[in-house]
């Protein structure tokens, strides 16, 4: 048993850093896909329909070729590689922080739909409520949003999560592989089956497994106790 | 709130530390086809260069090619042919002169039965449902099996059969899980223990052009000392003699065959 | 000091327009069919409807105008809509504290204890909000936009989604609560009792614009009023009411005249322990009213009122609206056939005697 857990250095860096990429992108794709979110609920014109669309782009588009895009973009001769060196800074290409980027892009929908959903379904009369009581709008979107929407957000920071863990091909392509930097558990376990070394593949594959679904299974099952209450309060 | 602010602190911290190779390294981008055979040269390198330390980057040559015009950190580009080096140097033209270092050899291998009883025109029967190659645009192994395939007038005929790997190496994945039930890839991946179980058949060096390969020091790894004594050893006797008995044609042996058949 | 409307809005295919004033004590009803804009117009005092072109200025301070908008939240409204909208992720206590907290302490007219009192809230503080019925919820709302100590009170058909039963129970804490927080309240109904329980003015609305706020007593004035579409006419007369004995009649008293009432069982529920009463209003339907030229002793009707005929007026059906001046000057209509009037020889000025069948104690 201790032996199949005999990971090598490679390994735990590999670990260490999907864990990494995973938990930044999850935190910084809910700060920015919740405002978008609330937006998007609350709005009806054709530029909504537009940005909505945008939003959803990344689940189309095959992942290499987003990475390829990305990599022209991000890198040394893209408009914002560019851009970043005229700043005095690295262009994001084959970087940690530019698969995190790469990340916050093709998880965004993941993040927005969800929460897009929750915010709709919440209408506008608790908010019209809780002005009338007084509260200011950061205060509603604390006091009654969250906790209304909690289901989700939940669904929305899980589904982020998982979904960065497992993504290969837009990482492969922008990152590199790059050990310690780029080199994310799915681009690990890809390079093993590549060298034919299918009993490390198998190690790491169902370490992956497992954990995301220990993870999915704490998160639902709580979720599942808040969602009934919230059922019985909203339908009588 | 503040525990979560603390949290959200460390992570952007450990954003911003990352840690690229440390001096005393190089890392070296190579064609998906060198694998094992270049962990080998690698660790026969840092025996001999103590303190020196090699990072190897796998995948296809198509891929890595486009990486390294993106500006990837690589300090040395083995390829798997000779093309794609050249247009890195042109393109960037602080890049060293493209040095031919071995030459590939193409293999039809199958996991169920012995190859060489296959052959070419075993190919076109009903029991040979799926034939493995890399993809011809982005793998030079799979452009010189295109090339063979049509030499020996079977092309067209085995289209609807064919399924291509993104690199060799995923090619001879598809060929060892038996979904592809023949395979035509490197002799120097048909050559590792995992694939011993059937011996491979040689395929004819003048079906196709020439599997030259050569490498480059990138123009970011011309600072880097442990790139240049890399590059050097590569070319030394005891690697070209790692890579030859992996397979390769030595770059001595490359050099040994007329100009008319290299001109091909 | 008043609440200063005014509004000209285009939204599809309707339109709200119009400029008013409503008095900033008591309430004063909204009265008008559905689709009339009345909502509208409340949402649009409150700061719910950005879009429309409106003023409103509230105790000479600016609400809304062309270059300002308010929003709600800085309003001291309170708001309390037809379905109750309870936070359902708060027990009802915390939907009641939710107002209470956000209130700074300087501005907290009233007391958590009184307005718990004042609704009956006590015994339904540790449920959850799905526990409640109908009329509770309402209760809880209305004591939730209390707890601010609301400078207005925006009322939006409130009872018109509960049932008969319900609406009959919430009415007296209603009643009570504009009676005794002395708030200024806005009522959207449609609703006739309500009007005649509630109500101090009237605005009566219709498409899109409001006729000028009257006062209840003056609105029933009018034979044709709006009010009298459903019942027919009505009068409601103001004054004092003293409990007699146990069987729940009383004695309805003005400065000049008095009649014997029975009072509802959920009225004496809400005000045991008390025997008399300010400020309530007896309800008269002039169906339940007739005329006689003498003093009748041996009759069964009971009350009999000395009043004098100030207005006549015939109906299409073959009645006539007879409105009466009673001694102190209150006005009561009665509806009798345009034969018996003539029989009886009725015309402007003449004193008669005003026998009223059946009365009802609103509140």
């Not at chain 2, 790692?242 to 065959?257: C, E, T």
Request: glycine share 8%; net charge neutral.
């Amino acid at each position: 048993m201790s032996d199949f857990f005999a990971f090598t250095p490679a390994d735990w860096q590999a670990i260490w850093l999907t864990l990494k990429l995973c938990f930044i992108t999850t935190l910084l794709l809910m700060l920015l896909a919740t405002p978008l979110a609330w937006w998007l609920a609350r709005g009806g014109s054709w530029f909504h329909t537009v940005v909505q669309s945008l939003v959803a782009l990344p689940l189309v588009l095959p992942p290499t070729v987003l990475g390829f895009y990305l990599l022209i973009l991000l890198g040394p001769q893209g408009w914002i590689g560019q851009t970043l060196e005229s700043m005095g800074l690295n262009h994001l290409a084959f970087s940690f922080n530019g698969i995190v980027v790469a990340s916050l892009i093709y998880s965004l929908p993941f993040a927005v739909q969800p929460l897009q959903d929750a915010f709709g379904r919440l209408g506008h009369r608790p908010l019209e409520v809780a002005a009338s009581l007084g509260a200011s709008p950061m205060d509603r979107l604390l006091t009654v949003v969250f906790p209304l929407c909690r289901g989700g957000l939940v669904t929305a920071a899980t589904l982020s999560f998982a979904h960065t863990m497992g993504e290969f091909g837009v990482i492969l392509m922008l990152g590199g592989s790059i050990p310690g930097e780029t080199r994310v558990l799915s681009v690990m376990i890809y390079d093993y089956a590549e060298a034919l070394d299918f009993q490390n593949a198998h190690r790491l594959s169902l370490l992956m497994l497992v954990f995301s679904f220990l993870i999915l299974v704490a998160v639902y099952g709580r979720q599942r106790r808040f969602s009934l209450f919230a059922q019985r309060n909203v339908n009588s | 709130m503040c525990q979560l602010r603390t949290l959200i602190g460390i992570l952007l911290a450990q954003v911003f530390c990352f840690s690229f190779a440390s001096a005393g390294d190089a890392t070296v981008a190579a064609a998906s086809s060198l694998r094992p055979t270049l962990d080998r040269l690698v660790e026969a390198f840092e025996q001999s260069h103590p303190g020196d330390h090699v990072i190897l980057v796998y995948g296809s040559s198509g891929r890595l090619t486009t990486q390294i015009l993106h500006g990837a950190p690589f300090d040395v580009f083995m390829a798997a042919n000779t093309e794609f080096p050249e247009q890195i140097a042109e393109s960037q033209p602080e890049t060293s002169v493209p040095r031919l270092y071995a030459a590939g050899q193409l293999v039809m291998w199958s996991a169920s039965r012995d190859a060489r009883e296959i052959g070419w025109q075993g190919l076109l029967k009903p029991e040979v449902r799926r034939i493995a190659i890399a993809q011809p645009d982005v793998a030079p192994y799979g452009q010189r099996a295109r090339e063979a395939l049509i030499h020996y007038g079977i092309w067209d005929q085995v289209q609807d059969k064919l399924v291509y790997g993104e690199s060799v190496s995923q090619t001879a994945r598809m060929a060892l899980s038996g979904a592809a039930d023949v395979a035509l890839l490197a002799a120097s991946l048909a050559n590792q223990e995992a694939m011993q179980q059937q011996p491979y058949m040689r395929v004819d060096a003048t079906s196709h052009l020439p599997l030259n390969q050569s490498m480059v020091v990138t123009a970011r790894g011309q600072s880097n000392p442990v790139a240049a004594a890399f590059s050097q050893f590569v070319m030394s006797s005891q690697a070209q003699s790692i890579l030859s008995s992996a397979g390769f044609l030595s770059a001595r042996q490359v050099g040994q065959q007329t100009p008319a058949e290299l001109a091909e | 000091m008043s609440l200063n409307v005014s509004v000209n809005w285009q939204r599809d295919a309707f339109c709200l327009q119009l400029a008013q004033s409503f008095p900033s004590k008591g309430v004063t009803a909204l009265y008008g069919p559905s689709g009339c804009g009345k909502t509208s117009l409340l949402r649009i005092v409150a700061g719910l409807e950005r879009g429309a072109m409106s003023n409103v200025s509230f105790n000479g301070v600016d609400w809304q105008n062309e270059s300002l908008c308010v929003p709600l939240e800085k309003r001291r409204i309170g708001l309390v809509f037809q379905e109750a909208s309870l936070l359902p992720h708060l027990d009802v206590r915390a939907n009641l504290e939710y107002g209470w907290r956000r209130t700074k302490p300087a501005q907290r007219r009233l007391a958590p204890e009184e307005i718990y009192r004042m609704l009956a809230l006590e015994s339904l503080l540790q449920h959850r909000t799905d526990q409640l019925s109908g009329g509770q919820r309402q209760r809880v709302a209305l004591g939730r936009a209390l707890m601010t100590s609301p400078d207005l009170l925006l009322l939006d058909e409130p009872l018109a989604a509960l049932d008969a039963v319900a609406k009959r129970q919430i009415l007296p804490y209603l009643a009570r609560v504009v009676r005794d927080t002395e708030t200024p309240t806005l009522l959207v109904t449609h609703s006739t009792d309500e009007v005649l329980r509630l109500a101090d003015h009237i605005g009566f609305m219709e498409n899109g614009s409001v006729a000028p706020v009257v006062r209840l007593a003056e609105a029933l004035q009018d034979p044709s009023s709006p009010l009298f579409a459903d019942e027919g006419a009505v009068s409601v007369l103001q004054g004092q009411f003293v409990i007699e004995g146990n069987g729940g009649w009383g004695m309805f008293s003005t400065t000049s005249y008095h009649l014997h009432v029975r009072s509802s069982p959920e009225y004496m529920s809400l005000h045991s322990g008390s025997t008399a009463f300010q400020n309530h209003r007896l309800q008269i339907y002039a169906r339940d009213v007739s005329i006689a030229l003498t003093d009748p002793t041996q009759i069964s009707i009971q009350n009999h009122l000395a009043a004098k005929i100030s207005g006549l007026t015939e109906k299409d059906d073959g009645l006539v609206l007879v409105r009466l001046t009673l001694a102190d000057g209150q006005l009561l209509m009665a509806e009798l056939t345009s034969a018996s009037v003539s029989r009886l020889g009725l015309i402007l000025g003449m004193p008669v005697w005003a026998l009223v069948k059946s009365a009802a104690l609103l509140q």
